[in-house]
């Protein structure tokens, strides 16, 4: 069985900085596209960035400059560093794979969501 497990979330003020990391385990014979995904109190779940097996990336317009993705294919981890944090950027993120687990039929993995705060 596969998992996702989030971690680095937390409170920071407006300004600051923080390094997400999302571990993915179990049986996994290749991982394709690593994302970040967050949802605000109240909003819909929205696409913050993404990175694909041969490091392609792809942002959400206002976090462009600010947060970076990164990965390491050897353990299976995806990062997000997100700097110059705003209030807005509040929300619960979810780590989000696709990926071959084990048999070659491409599955969709959510992490259960790390919580973060900016305060002002």
């Known amino acids: 069985q596969v998992q996702l497990v989030e971690s680095g979330g937390g409170s920071v003020q407006a300004g600051g900085s923080l390094r997400l990391s999302c571990a993915a385990s179990g049986s996994i014979l290749r991982i394709e596209t690593m994302a970040w995904y967050r949802q605000a109190p109240g909003n819909q779940r929205e696409f913050v960035a993404s990175?694909?097996?041969?490091?392609?990336?792809n942002y959400l317009d206002s976090v462009k400059g600010r947060f970076t993705i990164s990965r390491d294919n050897a353990l299976n981890t995806v990062y997000l560093q997100m700097n110059s944090l705003k209030p807005e950027d509040t929300a619960v993120y979810y780590c989000?794979?696709?990926?071959?687990?084990?048999?070659?039929?491409?599955?969709?993995?959510w992490g259960k969501g790390t919580l973060v705060t900016v305060s002002s």
């Open positions: 990175i694909a097996s041969g490091g392609r990336t």
């Open positions: 989000n794979a696709e990926l071959y687990p084990n048999n070659w039929r491409l599955v969709n993995y």
